[in-house]
């Protein structure tokens, strides 16, 4: 009785390699937007420092010099601040002596962000934004 020899078969097939090629296709269309998304919301910390950062020096200048818009206050209204990582551009409003608004808007690529859009700070601890998301997720 003749033997039967089995042949190996090297390589994947071309099912296989479509199958692979489709799971690897879902998968990049679930990752990226979600990547994209989640370093959005990262760069929206640098919209919270430069805020704060500036808050703290005016609530310096009202503490010496009794005023946020003081002549020795170095900074004034209509000030524009560029974040750390150039993502947002704070706005510095100071329309009398007691009151305040700094608005941070975002830049290049951050300018994507529809959830938040641009944040806000009063004088007064009042925190907003432009976008549709929650504000406490914005902030």
Same mark, same amino acid.
């Given at each position: ?110 300018? *994507? ?14 925190? *907003?934004?432009?976008?549709?998301? *929650? ?5």
């Amino acid at each position: 009785m003749p033997m039967m020899r089995r042949s190996h078969q090297q390589g994947f097939s071309l099912i296989e390699l479509v199958v692979v090629m489709g799971i690897a296709a879902i998968l990049t269309m679930i990752a990226v937007p979600s990547y994209q998304q989640s370093v959005i919301k990262g760069r929206r910390a640098e919209a919270r420092v430069v805020i704060n950062d500036t808050a703290q020096r005016l609530e310096r200048c009202y503490t010496q010099f009794g005023a946020y818009d003081a002549d020795d206050c170095p900074i004034d209204d209509a000030d524009e601040i560029l974040s750390q990582g150039g993502f947002y551009t704070l706005t510095v409003d100071i329309p009398d002596a007691a009151t305040y608004t700094l608005t941070a808007d975002p830049e290049g690529a951050q300018a *994507d962000d529809d959830k938040c859009g641009s944040l806000s700070l009063t004088n007064t601890g009042v925190r *907003d934004r432009t976008g549709t998301d *929650d504000l406490e997720r914005c902030w």
